[in-house]
């Protein structure tokens, strides 16, 4: 069974900074792109931030892009999501989700998501 | 970027009737080599992940019932729920996957009349 696992999240200052992890089981994590996206309260789906297998591709969304960094451990089979420089717009529930098929490609669905982990941009 | 809209923001159906929701891309996401559209339906309910509903505009998911189909091409795309369930109710979202941003639709809420 296809498992994602989010934690890390939390309150924190404006400018400050925190990092999630995602911890994936039960599926081959070093053959997936995997991808984070958010909720805002309130709010839509956002797309955050997308990776390549082997960390040598990624996409960012422009509003975070020089603040956040996405990165993974296939090792470990884990997913990252560096995010400094934080605001309060950062706020957000953030889902780590795993591009649908293995392969070259990141321009698929997402066929698997984590329950979610609350990040908190507040003073 | 590719801009996503979705019509209407809410609407409410009787059980066991017909729910359908608009989709509209500001560019075509139909991939002229493959004949593709990268196009796919999420069902969010509060308190869940996101789940994958349909994909390639019109194929669905492994264990979605077949009362959800997706339909379109190009710009213009359509979800559509056959019968309407209580386990149905939820704000489902459009997103495109031809660019790397891969943005999502603002979202419909659907309700039980």
């Known amino acids: 069974e296809v498992q994602l696992v989010e934690s890390g999240g939390g309150l924190v200052q404006p400018g400050g900074s925190l990092r999630l992890s995602c911890a994936a089981s039960?599926?081959?994590?070093?053959?997936?792109?995997m991808t984070w996206v958010r909720q805002a309260p309130g709010k839509g789906l956002e797309w955050v931030a997308t990776?390549?297998?082997?960390?040598?591709?990624?996409f960012h969304l422009d509003s975070v892009k020089g603040r956040f960094t996405i990165s993974r451990d296939n090792a470990k089979t884990s997913l990252a999501l560096q995010m400094n420089s934080l605001r309060v717009e950062d706020t957000a529930i953030y889902y780590c989700?795993?591009?649908?098929?293995?392969?070259?490609?990141?321009?698929?669905?997402?066929?698997?998501w984590g329950q979610g982990i609350l990040v908190t941009v507040s003073s | 970027d590719i801009v996503m809209t979705q019509s209407p923001d809410s609407l409410a159906v009787s059980l066991g009737e017909r729910a359908t929701i608009s989709c509209k891309s500001s560019?075509?996401?139909?991939?002229?080599?493959?004949?593709?559209?990268?196009l796919a339906w999420y069902q969010h309910k509060p308190g869940q992940p996101p789940r994958l509903l349909i994909y390639?505009?019109?194929t669905r998911e492994s264990g979605v019932p077949d009362r959800f189909s997706g339909s379109g091409s190009g710009t213009d795309f359509t979800l559509t729920i056959s019968g309407l369930q209580p386990e149905d109710v939820a704000v489902y979202y459009c997103q495109q996957y031809y660019s790397s941003t891969f943005t999502f639709g603002p979202g419909t809420k659907v309700d039980i009349k």
């Open positions: 039960g599926f081959r994590f070093s053959d997936f792109w």
């Open positions: 390639w505009a019109s």
């Open positions: 560019q075509s996401v139909l991939y002229s080599s493959n004949e593709l559209n990268y």
């Open positions: 989700a795993r591009v649908r098929l293995r392969g070259s490609s990141p321009y698929e669905a997402f066929d698997f």
């Open positions: 990776l390549k297998q082997d960390g040598s591709e990624n």
